[in-house]
């Protein structure tokens, strides 16, 4: 119901504007004297001017009252110019006494005001080499315009997504020494390392795993608790249970005396 008034609102706004020209090229029909013809020339030009207001009033009011309709009846209001103007013009020519074939053919004269000499408004004649591009490409404007998917895609405003905040989460991982500037890395020392060789001799390890382990930069009791099984397992040369079984041995020796 509402797309199908939005089409009567284009259809009726071109035909009031056309049927409007058509009545005052009708009260010079046959007109001869001078002054009379000057003063229908005003006339039109005067209805020229309520045209345009008659187009544009709509579309302030809709504006003003319900702005959130405006883009829609914008679109109903052009694609029903574009649309229905050919067809309302040429309707007009017909009844006024000009064939549609004759319009087509020979053009139209005075049919555009145009500034003249010393600041008259004149009329301006468009031939047919003009007149029809123009109507076939209205034609063809408000065909696209007054497409349903057109009218819907175009009149409803998505609001822009905004960029996603960063969080602390999402921020690069910054290293001990960038966040700690003051505090230096953990040293390792000898009883450190005596305190690990003695677990790991207790535990069966043989002294090349030691080696390795050492070499690895595994120099405490505590770090080998808390690095992965992974890491554990490569250091060793082992596989990825091995290494969880040596850190379970490990923290209970550590933690219960090997209980």
Do not use: C
């Not at 199908?4 to 046959?30: E, N, P, R």
């Not at 004759?102 to 500034?115: F, H, M, Q, R």
């Not at 076939?136 to 007054?146: A, E, R």
Request: proline share 5%.
């Amino acid at each position: 119901m509402r797309y199908a008034l939005g089409i009567i609102i284009g259809f009726i706004l071109s035909g009031i504007v056309f049927m409007g020209y058509a009545v005052i090229k009708l009260l010079g029909y046959g007109i001869t004297d001078y002054a009379v013809l000057q003063s229908i020339w005003g006339l039109f030009l005067l209805w020229t001017i309520i045209s345009v207001m008659i187009l544009v009033v709509p579309l302030i009011l809709t504006f003003a009252i319900q702005r959130s309709l405006f883009r829609e009846f914008l679109l109903f209001e052009i694609g029903g110019l574009a649309l229905f103007s050919p067809m309302w013009f040429l309707f007009a020519s017909e009844i006024t006494g000009t064939s549609v074939v004759e319009v087509l053919t020979t053009g139209v004269d005075n049919a555009l005001p145009a500034a003249g000499p010393g600041g008259s408004v004149v009329g301006v004649d468009m031939g047919s080499t003009l007149l029809i591009p123009i109507l076939v490409v209205m034609l063809i404007v408000g065909l696209i315009i007054l497409r349903p998917s057109f009218i819907l895609e175009h009149s409803i405003s998505t609001p822009k997504k905004s960029k996603p905040k960063k969080t602390k989460a999402d921020e690069e991982p910054v290293s001990i020494e960038e966040a700690m500037p003051d505090v230096s890395p953990p040293k390792a020392d000898e009883e450190s390392i005596s305190e690990l060789r003695s677990t790991l001799n207790e535990l069966g390890v043989g002294g090349a795993s030691i080696d390795a382990l050492l070499g690895a930069g595994y120099s405490s009791v505590t770090e080998v608790i808390a690095a992965s099984p992974e890491k554990l397992a490569t250091a060793l040369g082992i596989d990825r249970k091995s290494a969880e079984d040596l850190q379970l041995k490990v923290q209970k020796k550590a933690f219960f005396g090997g209980l």
